[in-house]
């Protein structure tokens, strides 16, 4: 039987342009844990800054063009619908507290020890505190590329993740006191 090895990525703070963000993916893409958490790092600048966002997001689909039907499907429409949704997937975030994280940032990654029928492929489950469940992301082991000459092993990409943009509730407003 498969045993569930959870681990946690820290971020200090979210990369605010692409080359803090580069400095940071080229030195982790050999751990499959830390390129799912970057993505949602990814999914959280592109609900503030799509143009970044979408840049990072095809770094970590292994350089891909992402197709209109993606970006709309998965990411355009989901993320202005629900602008706090990458927030759900970080640590002390609720429903109740508006999706806001603790600080620093941390991604619960869960692998469950299962391995792939397809070799080179893995799935992992990125937890969602502010709805209480993990939820898949499926990564691919390529062969080395122009990447960081001092990586060690093979880089993971990014090849499925549409579980990710699916809605979580909306946050709990707080009703304003009526004598105000």
Request: glycine share 4%.
């Amino acid at each position: 039987m498969a045993k569930e090895k959870y681990s946690e990525v820290l971020f200090h703070e979210l990369p605010t342009d692409f080359d803090v963000f580069l400095n940071i993916a080229e030195s982790t893409l050999n751990l499959p844990e830390k390129v799912a958490a970057l993505f949602v790092i990814a999914l959280r600048i592109y609900a503030v800054d799509r143009n970044l966002g979408l840049k990072m997001i095809s770094f970590l689909r292994n350089e891909e063009k992402l197709d209109e039907k993606e970006v709309k499907n998965l990411l355009s429409e989901p993320l202005n619908k629900y602008s706090y949704l990458p927030l759900a997937f970080f640590k002390g975030a609720s429903i109740d507290n508006a999706y806001t994280p603790e600080l620093p940032y941390i991604v619960t990654i869960k692998d469950d020890g299962k391995k792939s029928l397809r070799r080179k492929f893995k799935t992992l489950y990125i937890g969602c505190p502010g709805v209480g469940m993990y939820r898949p992301i499926t990564l691919e082991k390529k062969k080395r590329r122009k990447i960081n000459k001092n990586l060690l092993g093979d880089p993971w990409f990014v090849t499925e993740y549409g579980s990710l943009t699916l809605p979580v509730p909306a946050p709990v407003q707080k009703k304003l006191d009526e004598k105000a």
